[in-house]
Each structure stands twice: as C-alpha cells, then as structure tokens.
C-alpha cells in the first residue's frame, strides 16, 4: 500500500507536562535582615491571633515562608522569638512635643503613648502579658516599659522643666512621682478596666489630674 507524503501534523495532547518538565518559579531566597524581618513579623501575626501559648516556632516558620532551622538558629527559645519580635514592632515614643503649653504638650503625649498601646505590636504584648506567669511575664513588661513608660515618664520630665521656666509649672512637681502619674495611670485603667482611653476620656485626665496637680500657685 502506497504511502501519502503528505501527512497530517500530530495532534497536541491535553495532558499536562509533568511537573518536572514544567517552568517552576522559585522566590527569591531571602537572608539577613530581610528574612529576619519577615520572622518577626510572622511572629507578631501569630501573637494576635492564636496568641502565646498557641504560637510554635513551626507556625512562625511557616507564616515566614521559612524553614523551621532559620528560625532556631537566630532564637533559640519561643521567649527569646517574642521578646525580639515585640521590641521592634512596637512603635518607639517620638521626642517631647514643645507647642508652648504644658498642657498641650502633656496631651499629645498621652495621645502617643495610647496609640503605641493600642497599636498591633501592644496589642500582642498585653495578650502576653495576661497568657504569662511569672519570669516570662516579667521579661516581657520590660519591653513595654523600655519602649513606651520609661520614654514617657523622661518626656514628661522634660514637658514640665520646659514649664516651669515659662512659669506655668511649680518647680517642686518635677520629681517622680508626679512624672510617673500619667503612665502608672493609663496603664492600671488599661489593665484593671481595658479602658481603650479615647482622646476624651486623656484629655479629661490631663484637666482633672495633671494640670492641678503641676499648676503653678498664683
């Protein structure tokens, strides 16, 4: 039987390559401090939302796009992980405002002081603070004190020093106890009541407690 030079084109098949044959696009590997980065960061994701004792270092690894060895070879413990990963999410306190009134620069600084509270980084850590006992709890209410209390009690120092040159503050109210009025007191509301200090309510704290407190006596 005679043999047509004439042939049709095979016919393409719908079945797919195997995958070993198909283009595979890889990510990028990523190092230093951008995959640092990235694992605190998925750290703080799994804090807000399974919290400290559902948190693993498998989960963070994961969320991180990471192997689980990336994660242990920079912290050795889930305490140390979240001691990072709180520290340098949590919004650092800006320098003492300086608007001419002692008021004024008393307000923004609560106003600052609330939203570093209530911002996703202090979320997570007050959730800690309630999930931990003990040495763990104590190691973490170091953060929040070095980042947000203890800058807020140094600008209120320096908010009132400001005033008492202007003549709006009594020389003897800058001492400690008044300077730590303002922190002790949004952090007890936040803890006892979780009162989550609107605008108001830290204004009618800076008419009804500070400005009395540090007036100067005509």
Aim: glycine share 8%.
């Amino acid at each position: 039987m005679a043999t047509s030079r004439w042939t049709a084109a095979p016919a393409q098949s719908s079945v797919p390559a195997p995958a070993s044959l198909r283009t595979q696009v890889v990510a990028p590997r990523r190092r230093g401090a951008v995959l640092e980065r990235a694992i605190l960061d998925a750290a703080l994701e799994q804090l807000s939302t399974v919290g400290w004792n559902g948190l693993t270092m498998e989960g963070v690894a994961a969320g991180a796009q990471t192997g689980k060895a990336a994660v242990y070879r920079r912290w050795p413990s889930k305490e140390d992980l979240v001691a990072d990963a709180l520290e340098a999410g949590m919004p650092p306190m800006s320098q003492a405002p300086d608007t001419g009134s002692v008021r004024e620069d008393l307000l923004t600084l609560c106003l600052t002081m609330r939203d570093a509270m209530y911002s996703r980084p202090g979320h997570a850590l007050r959730a800690v603070l309630h999930e931990c006992d003990g040495t763990v709890a104590e190691r973490f209410q170091s953060v929040i004190f070095g980042r947000v209390v203890q800058p807020a009690i140094d600008a209120i120092r320096e908010v009132l020093s400001r005033g008492v040159g202007r003549g709006e503050v009594r020389r003897g109210a800058v001492n400690d106890h008044v300077c730590e009025a303002v922190p002790a007191m949004m952090m007890y509301r936040a803890k006892v009541y979780g009162s989550e200090w609107p605008p108001a309510e830290i204004a009618r704290m800076i008419d009804e407690l500070m400005v009395p407190l540090v007036r100067r006596e005509a």
